[in-house]
């Protein structure tokens, strides 16, 4: 998913050799490199909560 993309605002734009256990893994693409999110993940998840939600209910959800 694109940086701009609005489930993405306000990540924090970690690196693969930056990824610590708590880091939330959704990809970001900035010009063909890739990141992750960055934020705390959701319980049981890899994802944080905003990310979990998209990934499970997708963008079409508003309040998320």
């Known amino acids: 998913i694109k940086a701009?993309?609005?489930?993405n605002e306000g990540a924090a734009m970690v690196t693969?050799?930056?990824?610590?256990?708590?880091h939330c893994r959704?990809?970001?693409?900035?010009?063909g490199k890739t990141?992750?999110?960055g934020w705390n993940k959701h319980e049981n998840?890899?994802?944080c909560t905003?990310?979990?939600?998209h990934s499970v209910w997708?963008?079409?959800r508003?309040?998320?």
Do not use: R, T
Not at 26 to 31: F, H, K, L, M, R
Not at 50 to 53: L, P, Q, S, V
């Open 26 to 31: 959704w990809p970001i693409e900035v010009d």
């Open 62 to 64: 508003s309040d998320i």
């Open 45 to 47: 998840s890899n994802y």
């Open 16 to 22: 693969m050799l930056q990824l610590q256990n708590h």
């Open 4 to 7: 701009d993309a609005p489930i």
């Open 35 to 37: 990141f992750y999110c």
């Open 50 to 53: 905003k990310h979990f939600n």
């Open 58 to 60: 997708g963008g079409g």
